[in-house]
Every structure is written in structure tokens, then in C-alpha cells.
């Protein structure tokens, strides 16, 4: 059992920043990666924004490049965004997304997703 809680939405002006943070909590053996989607208001599909693995390999949106920067504290099995100069466009649901081990005898990983945060950002 396993549920992503998610924390640090909130209002922020243009180039203001915010911090989100996502926690693991429950049973599992480990987790392989962790990241942040994001879903625009109006737009159906939810984007990839940063990932970052067990290996602590990160990937980035175009957009976010030099801007957002996501880590992980592993003793906490927590996943951080530190996004700085935001603009409107940023404005939009932040979901917190977790690959899980469950259990030492299953190899097989499994998809978690948090409940998501607002994040607005004033023009």
C-alpha cells in the first residue's frame, strides 16, 4: 500500500518562486523514480516537467530548463521542484508520479500518482 502525498502549491507572482514537495509514504521496497506532471488549465493531458531515477539521473522539460530544479531526500523517500522564475505558464495542477518496487520477491515495478497541487502564478 502506497500513497503519494503532495505539499508546497500555492499563489506566487511572475518570477517568484515555490517549492513542492511529494512523499512516499507506506510499504514498498523502493522506489525507482520519482517526477512531477503537470496539467494546464483547459488542456486534458498531463506533461512530463522533471523525473529523476534511482541512479539520480534528471530529465527536464524544455520549458523548465534552467529554471525548475527536482532532487530527492532517499532516508525520506521525499521528491522536491524547486521552481524559480516562474511565468504564466507554469500556471497549472502538479502531480507527483512514483515507479515502485513493492516487495524483494517482485521485480516488477508499479505506478503511483499524488493527488495533485495547484500552483498559480499571477500576471
Known amino acids: 500500500q502506497v500513497q503519494l502525498v503532495e505539499s508546497g502549491g500555492g499563489l506566487v507572482q511572475a518570477g517568484g518562486s515555490l517549492r513542492v514537495s511529494c512523499k512516499a509514504n507506506?510499504?514498498?521496497?523502493?522506489?525507482?523514480?520519482m517526477g512531477w506532471y503537470r496539467q494546464a488549465p483547459g488542456k486534458g493531458n498531463r506533461v512530463l516537467v522533471a523525473?529523476?531515477?534511482?541512479?539520480?539521473?534528471?530529465n527536464y522539460e524544455d520549458s523548465v530548463k534552467g529554471r525548475f530544479t527536482i532532487s530527492r531526500d532517499d532516508a525520506d523517500n521525499t521528491v522536491y521542484l524547486q521552481m524559480n522564475g516562474l511565468n504564466s505558464e507554469d500556471t497549472a495542477v502538479y502531480y507527483c508520479?512514483?515507479?515502485?518496487?513493492?516487495?524483494?520477491?517482485?521485480?516488477?515495478?508499479?505506478?503511483?500518482w499524488g493527488q495533485g497541487t495547484q500552483v498559480t502564478v499571477s500576471s
Open positions: 508520479y512514483a515507479q515502485i518496487r513493492r516487495s524483494s520477491w517482485d521485480s516488477n515495478t508499479y505506478s503511483y
Open positions: 507506506g510499504s514498498f521496497f523502493s522506489i525507482r523514480g
Open positions: 523525473a529523476i531515477t534511482s541512479e539520480g539521473d534528471t
